[in-house]
């Protein structure tokens, strides 16, 4: 049983909750335009393997992501347990201003549940992450996941923490014409054409 991270991409992707959904093998896809402030944006989401033998592929994938989505299980407590191991890996193989968004799938089986939402919201504010509790299958908190995400992707955009110009940045972008002469003396905007997410799984015990 996977920790839901498959199910969570089609249920924002295609607002259908799949009820068996398979084990990822290798890395799925899937595409989305959202608007943020204003901008439409086209989010490309990687979904990866959970299992420890695809981790290197996994990793592969960390590079170039302007954004990563770590999804535990909140009534399995190996999938929390796993969590630093992972967390690591997205720290030490993205660039410093990549955004990571925790998610603890599931919530739909409180009476399940093997892991506070206290605990995992102070592990989230430990480590500088940003934290929902959701459900794949009822869409509670999967669209506020995804959107919060490409937000505080934008944000880190818009005050220059993120460089489009480096490659690892995860945005593909092209610059506006000025329309006026007022506009030469202004900075130009950058147009955001795609903006790349990973998604990965805490399960590392599954194999």
Same mark, same amino acid.
């Given at each position: 049983?996977?920790?839901?991270?498959?199910?969570?991409?089609?249920?924002?992707?295609? $607002?259908?909750?799949?009820?068996?959904?398979?084990?990822?093998?290798?890395?799925?896809?899937?595409?989305?335009?959202?608007?943020?402030?204003?901008? $439409?944006?086209?989010?490309?989401?990687?979904?990866?393997?959970?299992?420890?033998?695809? &981790?290197?592929?996994?990793?592969? @994938?960390? &590079?170039?992501?302007?954004?990563?989505?770590?999804?535990?299980?909140?009534? &399995?407590?190996?999938?929390?347990?796993?969590?630093?191991?992972?967390?690591?890996?997205?720290?030490?193989?993205?660039?410093?201003?990549?955004?990571?968004?925790?998610?603890?799938?599931?919530?739909?089986?409180?009476?399940?549940?093997?892991?506070? @939402?206290?605990?995992? $919201?102070?592990?989230?504010?430990?480590?500088?992450?940003?934290?929902?509790?959701?459900?794949?299958?009822?869409?509670?908190?999967?669209?506020?996941?995804?959107?919060?995400?490409?937000? $505080?992707?934008?944000?880190?955009?818009?005050?220059?923490?993120?460089?489009?110009?480096?490659?690892?940045?995860?945005?593909?972008?092209?610059?506006?014409?000025?329309?006026?002469?007022?506009?030469?003396?202004?900075? @130009?905007?950058?147009?955001?054409?795609?903006?790349?997410?990973?998604?990965?799984?805490?399960?590392?015990?599954?194999?």
């Amino acid at each position: 049983m996977g920790v839901g991270k498959s199910c969570l991409l089609h249920q924002f992707t295609e $607002k259908k909750f799949m009820a068996d959904c398979p084990h990822t093998i290798g890395v799925e896809f899937g595409t989305r335009i959202i608007e943020v402030c204003g901008q $439409k944006i086209k989010l490309q989401i990687w979904d990866t393997a959970g299992q420890e033998r695809f &981790r290197a592929v996994t990793r592969s @994938y960390y &590079r170039g992501a302007a954004g990563a989505l770590m999804v535990y299980d909140i009534t &399995r407590r190996s999938t929390y347990n796993h969590l630093s191991s992972w967390l690591t890996d997205a720290r030490n193989l993205t660039n410093p201003n990549t955004v990571i968004f925790l998610i603890g799938n599931k919530c739909d089986l409180d009476a399940q549940r093997d892991v506070t @939402y206290e605990e995992a $919201k102070q592990f989230a504010d430990e480590n500088g992450l940003m934290f929902v509790e959701a459900s794949a299958k009822t869409g509670e908190n999967v669209e506020e996941a995804f959107l919060e995400t490409a937000k $505080k992707i934008y944000q880190n955009i818009q005050d220059g923490s993120l460089d489009l110009n480096a490659a690892e940045s995860g945005v593909q972008h092209k610059p506006t014409a000025p329309r006026s002469a007022l506009m030469y003396r202004k900075r @130009y905007q950058a147009f955001i054409e795609t903006v790349d997410l990973i998604i990965v799984c805490a399960a590392a015990a599954l194999v």
